[in-house]
Nanobody, 125 residues
């Protein structure tokens, strides 16, 4: 019932930064846990980051800790993923996901009911 649209992807050099946005419509996301996943060609979709509905709790996969930051602005119905110190291994299609969860974070893809179309991130050497 909520629609998600990612934006902000592109081509950057290793060490550069990108900020992805996930704009939601159709429903307020104030009661939704939100997450970011990524998928490279030939690989399974992997968890990247998640944030609780209030923004009070965040989780990251080990490979992006210290480099990526997930945040949300419920007033704007938008979730962000700030990606710094990008590496070629970060190259993938990045997806935004959502599901109703008043407390805690959701780390598994199967826990999310709504998904965006994805945005391509390419990091060159």
């Amino acid at each position: 019932q909520v629609q998600l649209v990612e934006s902000g992807g592109g081509l950057v050099q290793a060490g550069g930064s990108l900020r992805l946005s996930c704009a939601a419509s159709g429903r307020t996301i104030s009661t939704y846990a939100m997450g970011w996943f990524r998928q490279a060609p030939g690989k399974e979709r992997e968890f990247v980051a998640a944030i609780s509905s209030s923004g009070g709790n965040m989780a990251y996969t080990d490979s992006v800790k210290g480099r990526f930051t997930i945040s949300r602005d419920n007033a704007k119905n938008t979730v962000y993923l700030q990606m710094n110190s990008l590496k070629p291994e970060d190259t993938a299609v990045y997806y935004c996901a959502a599901n109703i969860a008043r407390f805690g974070v959701l780390r598994g893809a199967s826990q999310y009911a709504y998904w965006g179309q994805g945005t391509q991130v390419t990091v060159s050497s």
